[in-house]
């Protein structure tokens, strides 16, 4: 057999046959990396996970292409360990919160989950990875949808994303039985609600409602109407949020319309309220969690704002801020403590959503963040707080914990004014991002 | 190794780079132009449907941002180099003892992360704060004046991050440049300012060159200056791909945009090659 000499293959032009192969292999690869969208649910099978290398005709489960084509996806089995047949915990909690959103102490540490350290042994990475409902979910969406753990084992979100990863199939289902605190203290108002009816899912963690605040000394007068925050005479010092929901529900009640019916006539009639004003520069900026320090710092005179940063704003960092529900109505909204596909520990995860229900726990988180909590019981022990201050002749923070025991459940005349969070499919949700991308990028 | 196998050692050293490429480049490329020519959804699941139109719809709807981005980059660039030209010149020619120390400072913010220096920018420009502050106290500014949320500040903050890396390959260039061709220049009659013109800045010309590039090709993505110090007027097309990669989900308009800024890019690059004369620059 004649030797072939190595260097004359590779010398060879590229017939045109070859160049055709070579066309038609990359097209054959390009084309397996999109061959998805058999089914939703991110359920992959031991052979899931095309490797690139391959062109892929079996059916890949994997529904979105990110998960095609990567030559490094590493498809864990998942079967949702089921919580009953591993009792014990782990030692370890990775658990992504908002900012803002946990008792911190001078020095910078977590005394509620130092607590919780020293009650279980479970140690907890806690990391306020959190700023915005759907830039956190499209960080984590790739890896729900490939099956891959996300590298968080508790999460908070708020209701309306909860309804969405319930739909797509990203949530463990949580054990009950692990849960006896939570049923034997959560309130009747955040039971069963409507994004994820029994409580299968999520249980709530804090709630409030989204409204106005402002700062009197620069506004000049008090504001009670969404539509101050469209007055020429606060051009460039109002704010909106970057939060499509909150922005455009809030702007939906102005105009009379409650936001679960709303048609898209009516929401494209609430886009052009807001695109006109942000057209003449109403707005500063479009704001996630950052209008806080905007707000504080006086570069906002008024702008959509969360209840429970205002209480905090007004303890610690700016005192004539104030918070006011609309006229035309709040949105009242609930952040939930989930567990997604894939948690490395979910029964760490378990005990921890379970302490939050603790009377003492709920009551320090609540002194501290001023939301609404769902916990039965806090109102009486914060109070109980305040008389203890007094006793001790901490005269302000006993009167600081008194109009925290008012604001830490919602009252009846919020309730009649706030409105819950639409349901909308994703086609709906697309119009309205498409909407409102509109009124904050031009 | 024995002679026969010898012709394999460029590709076995090319290896390594090349499989880095590869996996690092070339796959993410396919995957994601794949991903550009697909529909669907996030609950329905995606389908490769050979969406061509999806390229023209994504022009034509945000031509606005493109147009923006490529003239702030544009812009940019200029700015870095009449900043960084006299600054890369200094060192080179009149550092002496201290180039050292003065190379360390330029590349001293890179200590810190980019977003920590654009939110510190954004302190130092916020409408109260003690620049602008003590301005309108004194009176030199109307309170009303401000400088974040306008063009101006997201310019400002890429050239402020983006200058290191217009001077440091400008001051390579400059100090190879062999100083007896600039004495040389004297010895036939040639003025100062003549002697820079015709000797020194053609032979810069690659620092220039390489730093232009350095700069205006991640300028023209970016989207931290933009987010943080702009307005909805200053969206750059970066934050538009952020947007509907992130937020909105919309992944094959966002792999599309990406695929089109990718190619302006390389024609702007390949146009400009073409000016600046690449081939000669490569000729030592």
Redesign the interface.
Known sequence: MTEVD??EL?DRPTSGLRRLVALGA?ML???G????????TPAPTGTAGPT?TVAPTSGSPS????A????TAAPSPTQAPSPTEQPSPAGQLDFANWPLYIDIDDSGAYPTLDKFTAETGISVRYLEDIN?N??F???V?PDL?AGNPTGYDLMVFTDWTVERMI??GYLEPLDHSLLPTFAANAQELYLDPWYDPGNVYSIPYQSGITGIAYNPTLTGREITSFDDLFDPEFA?RAGIFSE?RDTLCLTLLSMGVEPVTATIEQVQAAQQKLLEA?QR?Q????YGNDYYDALA???LAITIAWSGDISQMQLYDNADVRFVVPETGGMLWVDNMVIPKGAAHPIDAHAMMDFWYDVENATALTEYIGYFTPVSGVAEQVLEDAQTARDEGDEEWAAQLEVISQTAFPSNDQLQNVYTYPQLT??EE?TW??LF?E???? | MPR??R?LTPYLFLLPGGLWLT?FFV?PM??M???S??E?????????TWNFPIYAEVITEWT??FVRSIWYAAAVTVLTLLIGYPMAYTIAFRGGRFKNILLLLVILPFFTAFIIRTLSWKLIL???GFVLGTLKDVGILEP?F?V??TPVAVIGGLTYNFLPFMVLPLYVALEKIDRHLIEAGSDLYASRRQTFLRVTLPLSMPGVFAGSLLVFIPAIGDFINADLLG???T?MIG??IQ?L???????PEAAALSFVLMAAVLVLVALYARFVGAEELTRG
């Not at chain 1, 529904?63 to 990110?66: D, G, L, Y």
């Not at chain 2, 669907?40 to 490769?48: A, I, V």
């Open positions: 190595a260097r590779l990359t690869l390009v084309a990396c999109g061959i998805a969208g058999q089914s939703p690139a529904p979105t292409a990110t095609g084509g990567s030559p915005d759907e830039e979910f499209g960080l969406q949808a739909r797509l460039g499509m942000a520069n707005f500063r900026s479009d710092a006086g570069d994703e086609e697309r991002n498409d991308n009124v904050i990028a031009d | 026969r196998l012709w996996a796959l396919l995957v132009a794949s991903i020519l697909q669907g959804s996030l609950s329905s699941g995606y389908r490769l606005t941002q916020s409408d109260n009303a401000r974040l949320a307005s909805r007027e969206t934050n538009i947007r990669f992130v937020q909105t989900n919309a992944y």
